[in-house]
């Protein structure tokens, strides 16, 4: 379980995350929302241990999070970066395969898990080819499997951040990848991941943080902050919002 | 571009490969041996009882002077394709080499200070000669190394260009250097810092062998054992962070096999380029990126490589014998050209 107290990062004189109490709960799919800028990739940094706050804690179950070894928090935490760059010709279970680089569960296992995963994020056909020659939606697919087979099959304890996963993706995909999350999530993983699409962090979160400036804005259940008064605020967009015809959640339409 | 091989052919056939390469290395020569006499005399070397009836002139040349050579090659051809996996790996980019980040140039200087501090002082002792030339190349490739590395990095991430760029400064600073000492040194060591800038398998003895087998074996045992390490390292630092790697304990020990490695290749043989570029490409496009293959598989091509272009450089204008770096250079720019201009299209 991962736990940030009044997190603050600078940079340079420039204070760009300040005020964080975040605890993300197991089985739950916390959403960050907020504008270019407003430091969510900075959040997640500072909450895998990637970024040194200036101020503050992050924990890991009982222990701090650059106390941990390595292995044994690979085993527990699993990252998605927005973005990787990999330039050599894998084939795409050899780099989904890296994910189970943190156990030694052997190589048929492996396989099996490999596959499960590659299936969860919908790129089992994808199994075979070579990396470097699929299309960005893919690539951002294949990591996605890659973490989920860091953290698979998915249980209590274990922490998954995401980074904007459906970035690159086509509407189908974009539901598709949000719906494995939220299976994993349902097995007991806390889920913390980036988004743009606000109507998407209705539909599959559990609990919004949105962002302004580096400064929590609001950190609640959807209904409580897709309203248009916190969007008009935060983002500058005048929206309406809706109930979705026949899933309740709310539909939020620009006005 | 899915690889064409699978491990176990890849490797079957560049042990082939190798075999076949170390018999033509000890037949071929100023005195070419028939194929059937190298071979029994190389087995009569390694202990067989064999009929030693017409071999002995086999035998002296063989042991006296192709089996060193052959050595020669194979240690700094298997080391070099090491260090150029290494490299590669560590900047994450198919296009590094010792050779063009300036590591084999530092370690080139470090040599040629040995050499000629070490006429100036009044001559070294036979004893430790090999060792002192080895650990100061070693240090040389080690600096270089480690600033083209620092100087490559901005932000925690590490600028391909920028590297490149500060090869070519830190190779040109370092060319100069060695410049310098060709301009202080006497007759005999200038014969001797010439053999360096050019590289050659030539005179190769068993007091300059030692030093390089033993580094070898030690990076060929070691990088191995970060083969999985190295695979995730190409995703990223920041991901192999994530995955449980200690990034920054690894890439020291990158850097440290680079420069251990290319410094005691240099000490023995002198500046060989481009064979850390070629062989782990080639061998990537047999076998596809996965270092657990690419590690061994690239010390048997790298062996058997500069055991062939050896061959070319003491056969294409026999009696006499051209430098191996230039046989390697001859091959390895053409291969770079070509893989830059495959990178864009």
Redesign the interface.
């Known amino acids: 379980m991962l736990r940030a107290e009044n997190l603050a990062v600078r940079r340079g004189r420039k204070t760009v995350l300040e005020g964080i109490d975040l605890e993300l709960n197991p089985g739950e799919v916390l959403g960050v929302l907020g504008p270019n800028g407003a430091g969510k990739s900075t959040l997640l940094a500072a909450l895998?241990g990637?970024l040194k706050p200036d101020h503050g804690q992050v924990w890991l179950d009982q222990c701090e999070l650059s106390r941990w070894?390595?292995?044994?928090?690979?085993?527990r935490?699993?990252?998605l970066?927005q973005s990787?760059?990999?330039?050599?010709?894998?084939?795409v279970e050899?780099?989904v395969g890296?994910?189970r680089?943190?156990y030694q569960s052997g190589r048929a296992r492996d396989d099996e898990i490999v596959m499960q995963a590659l299936q969860a994020a919908d790129a089992g056909h994808l199994h075979?080819r070579?990396y470097?020659?699929l299309s960005g939606g893919e690539r951002q697919r294949v990591h996605l499997a890659r973490v989920l087979a860091?953290l698979w099959p998915g249980a209590v304890g274990q922490t998954l951040l995401l980074d904007e996963p459906t970035s690159a993706l086509d509407p189908l995909h974009q539901h598709v990848t949000l719906q494995a999350i939220r299976e994993f999530a349902d097995r007991g993983v806390a889920v913390l991941v980036i988004l743009h699409d606000l109507n998407l962090a209705a539909r599959y979160c559990d609990r919004l943080l949105l962002l302004e400036g580096g400064r929590p804005h609001s950190l609640d259940s959807p209904a409580q902050v897709l309203r248009p008064e916190p969007l008009k605020a935060v983002f500058g967009l005048e929206v309406l919002v809706q109930a979705h015809p026949e899933r309740g959640h709310p539909l939020i339409i620009a006005r | 571009m899915t690889p064409l091989l699978k491990p176990r052919a890849l490797f079957i056939g560049l042990s082939l490969l190798c075999l076949l390469a170390i018999w033509l290395s000890l037949a071929l020569g100023p005195v070419s041996l028939p194929l059937l006499d190298t071979l029994r005399a190389a087995l009569r070397l390694l202990g067989l009882p064999i009929e030693g009836q017409g071999l002995e002139q086999a035998e002296l040349i063989l042991g006296q002077i192709r089996l060193p050579r052959t050595l020669l090659g194979l240690a700094v051809g298997g080391v070099l394709a090491l260090s150029g996996v290494a490299m590669q790996g560590l900047f994450r980019n198919p296009l590094a080499d010792p050779g063009l980040v300036g590591v084999s140039s530092g370690a080139a200087l470090g040599a040629a200070f040995a050499i000629v501090g070490g006429a100036l002082l009044g001559g070294v002792p036979e004893a430790i000669g090999p060792y002192l030339l080895s650990f100061c190349a070693f240090l040389g490739g080690l600096v270089v190394a480690w600033l083209v590395y620092r100087l490559g990095r901005r932000n925690g991430q590490t600028h391909v260009a920028t590297m490149l760029l500060a090869g070519i400064a830190l190779t040109a600073l370092a060319s100069s250097a060695v410049g310098l000492f060709t301009y202080l040194a006497d007759d005999a060591t200038l014969r001797t810092l010439t053999f360096w800038n050019l590289g050659s398998l030539n005179g190769a003895s068993y007091s300059r062998l030692w030093p390089l087998l033993l580094v070898s074996a030690a990076v060929a045992l070691w990088l191995p054992r970060r083969a999985k390490d190295l695979n995730a390292l190409l995703l990223g630092e920041s991901e192999a962070g994530h995955l449980g790697i200690d990034v920054e304990r690894l890439k020291r020990e990158l850097v440290f096999c680079t420069a251990l490695g290319v410094g005691a290749a240099v000490a023995a043989a002198g500046l060989i380029g481009f064979v850390g570029l070629v062989v782990p490409h080639l061998v990537r496009l047999l076998s596809g990126p996965d270092h657990r293959t690419l590690l061994p598989a690239s010390i048997l091509a790298g062996a058997s490589l500069l055991l062939l272009a050896d061959l070319v450089a003491r056969l294409a204008l026999a009696p006499a014998e051209l430098p191996i770096g230039i046989v390697t250079a001859f091959i390895g720019a053409p291969f770079f050209l070509f893989l830059l201009l495959r990178g864009r299209a």
């Open positions: 895998c990637e070894d390595g292995g044994q928090k690979a085993q935490l699993a990252v970066p990787s760059t990999l330039e050599f010709a894998f084939r050899e780099v890296l994910g680089l943190p075979g070579s470097v020659a860091q």
